[in-house]
């Protein structure tokens, strides 16, 4: 139980901060109290009884020199019955109300905390702390073992004096012993909001610890070899003068920031961010071709099938007439085919190798890779990238392969700043020429027939259409039957809605070959509209599909409904997003609605989403076994966590050694998870 709550030596306790405080430093008058606000008292019980209204409860009355008040129980046990007994002293502290189920008193406690004390026993001399807990680990004993804590640790300042005077911070010693027991008359509403000068002192030594860790890991990596990846620039010339269309500046720009780094020794670690449909994909296919030109293999990573076998046909459409030799590989191949895949890229044939995480599995040997490429990294576990990013060549000459992360979804600066310190981030900040953005449209269920004239208007425009439904992820495989059922009546629904129609199915739960076949027959302008679940969320290009239509929409996240609306306006055609949303909707749910009509800026609606949901969702699986800030508010410390960035560099050159221990303080040995 302890373990859950991240409880396992001295300094776990030190930093398991109160969540709120109760003030038991005084006793207040019966005749005294206020209504909704938390008080203690202290009396005799004068009556205790069991009665029934609508269940049993137990009553007591407690009287002191002023008056008389009710302490309520509607759950209750045989001991409290005895801790309760007529002629016992108590203090009982708890939230006062009106005694609107008494017609004797004006008020009462229900549920109070009672303890039995002599008259004219001390009150405490600070403020009893409530802190974070779970089933079984009562806050009696939490106090108890921290208070143990704070008498047995030698809580030594990693922070150098200097340092800690210019940034005008609170000894640390000093704030943990406030924090767990402020004195009487704490400023409650600053240490609730966590704006108190000793609330300041922890929140920068965790954002300290973050920063620390993260150049950590970066300066590791400089340590490590790479292969300078250079080749005779011949192939990626070539690709460059086969493409269809020319490079935006942007591209360009990102481009040359990726040859940069694999011209040199120590592994590239770069992030491409770039919204919906800015041409990550042909960026990516130039590091390869790079990569393939110096002799090496590349491996590309997807997190889902259907996503992978895109990148696969795009990239082999693109590659393969120059000579490459492509190799798709994925955990639904059959066990021959999966075999000679596996044998083409230990024997070093296969020179770009494009899957799902079958590329990570055991029995996966790569002869000489040189570029490993992770698309919508967040999507994958900590645990994979660093598998794929281990599978460079071993023995002797060890080195590691360079990695290149890709993602459609736009990383506030404030998380780039803290969680995503450690890489190099490219952006691609701008849009292919002819593209138009998508309107969107707010349509509540009950207007569903004008949506359905405008699928059969676009239709007969020679336009195709999707309608997604939410469903779960197709890696969630535990609700396959719920998917694969909710999918086929929304089909059929739609079917029915729209006979004249010709009509497609996929979702998650569909072999990998019938998946493929389904999006095979849209892109050829077979099928006129594509009923789906959130599988199509990313990778999918139909540049003749103008029309996307997404039921339920409230239930979506933002980061999805802008995924979702990025699968049109792939072509120079107008398209149209519809939001279909059921009524009532909850405030949270309209305001996801309103950012995603308001605008199209992927960056902004990634800022918006941290601030409605948080850092901890937004990163998916990248912090997987990482520790999120508990107490640092990215939005709100952002002055602080820039204080830190330059607090981190100094110390890592002036003070090496309390670097190290501040870092072990606050993050422990988790390093290689923070380095992934």
């Keep these: 139980m302890l373990a859950k709550l991240g409880l396992h030596a001295d300094w776990d306790y030190l930093l398991h901060l109160p969540l709120r405080y109760e003030d038991e430093t005084r006793i207040t008058p019966i005749a005294q109290l206020a209504p909704g606000v938390d008080a203690q008292v202290e009396g005799e019980i004068v009556d205790v009884e069991i009665v029934r209204r609508g269940r049993r409860q137990l009553i007591a009355r407690l009287r002191d020199a002023s008056g008389e008040l009710l302490l309520r129980y509607l759950h209750f046990y045989p001991s ?8 016992r002293r108590v203090r009982a502290f708890g939230p006062v109300r009106g005694g609107a189920l008494s017609s004797d008193f004006g008020f009462e406690i229900v549920h109070p905390r009672v303890r039995p004390v002599e008259h004219g026993a001390p009150v405490p001399s600070a403020l009893t702390p409530v802190y974070p807990t779970a089933a079984g680990v009562p806050q009696a004993w939490l106090r108890m073992r921290i208070a143990r804590a704070l008498r047995d640790v030698d809580i030594d300042d990693t922070l150098p004096g200097a340092l800690r005077e210019r940034c005008g911070l609170a000894p640390l010693a000093e704030a943990l012993r406030y924090l767990h027991a402020p004195p009487p008359g704490a ?15 922890i929140k920068f030594d965790e954002l300290l610890a973050q920063q620390l860790s993260l150049r950590t890991a970066r300066l590791a990596r400089a340590q490590r070899r790479s292969l300078p990846l250079a080749g005779d620039g011949a192939l990626t010339r070539r690709l460059l003068a086969a493409l269809p269309f020319t490079l935006t500046q942007a591209q360009q720009r990102v481009w040359s920031e990726i040859e940069a780094d694999l011209a040199a020794s120590v592994p590239m670690h770069r992030l491409v961010q770039g919204d919906v449909g800015s041409g990550k994909t042909v960026v990516a296919a130039l590091a390869a071709a790079r990569a393939i030109e110096a002799g090496y293999q590349t491996a590309l990573m997807a997190p889902t099938e259907i996503l992978a076998e895109q990148h696969f046909r795009r990239i082999a459409l693109w590659l393969e007439p120059l000579g490459v030799r492509v190799v798709w590989l994925a955990g639904r191949l059959k066990p021959a085919d999966k075999r000679a895949a596996q044998a083409h890229v230990a024997g070093g044939e296969a020179q770009l190798v ?33 598998a794929l990013r281990g599978a460079g060549i071993d023995g002797a000459d060890a080195v590691a392969p360079h990695l290149l992360m890709l993602s459609a979804t736009p990383i506030p600066r ?10 190099d981030v490219s952006v691609i900040d701008e849009m292919p020429p002819g593209r138009r953005p998508v309107v969107t449209k707010l349509v509540s269920t009950r207007r569903r027939d004008e949506v359905l004239a405008r699928i059969r208007a676009e239709v007969a425009r020679g336009r195709q259409a999707y309608w997604v439904c939410p469903l779960v992820d197709e890696n969630e495989e535990a609700d396959a039957k719920l998917e694969l059922t909710a999918a086929t009546r929304m089909y059929e629904q739609t079917r029915a809605l729209l006979p004249e129609l010709r009509l497609g199915l996929l979702h998650g739960q569909l072999p990998a070959q019938e998946k493929a076949a389904a999006m095979q027959s849209f892109a050829a302008g077979a099928i006129d509209v594509l009923v789906a679940t959130t599988v199509v969320e990313v990778g999918v290009d139909v540049p003749n599909a103008t029309l996307m239509v997404i039921e339920h929409a409230q239930r979506f996240g933002l980061a999805q409904l802008h995924q979702l609306r990025g699968r049109v306006g792939r072509g120079a ?57 508990r107490f ?7 002055a602080l966590l820039e204080s830190a960035r330059d607090a981190a560099a100094e110390l890592l050159e002036r003070a090496p050694e309390a670097a190290r221990r501040h870092v072990e303080r606050w993050i422990g040995r988790r390093q290689a998870m923070l380095d992934a």
């Design 80 to 87: 409290q019955l005895k801790q309760l007994a007529v002629g």
């Design 187 to 201: 400023d409650l509403t600053r240490l609730a909001d966590r704006s108190h000068p000793m609330w300041t002192r």
């Design 354 to 386: 494009v899957g799902t995480h079958a590329l990570i599995q055991q029995k996966v040997a790569f002869a000489k890779l040189g570029l490993a490429i992770v698309d919508e990294q967040h999507r994958f576990g900590v645990a994979q990238r660093l």
């Design 414 to 423: 404030t998380l780039a700043m803290s969680y995503y310190a450690d890489l």
């Design 573 to 629: 055609e107008q398209s149209y997003c519809v939001l279909l949303f059921d009524e009532p909707l909850s405030e949270t749910a309209r305001e996801r609605l309103k950012v995603i009509f308001e605008t199209d800026d992927g960056f902004e609606i990634a800022r918006r989403d941290l601030l409605l949901r948080g850092p901890g969702e937004l990163l998916g699986a990248r912090q997987a076994g990482v520790p999120l800030l």
């Design 632 to 638: 640092a508010d990215l939005e709100r410390d952002t």
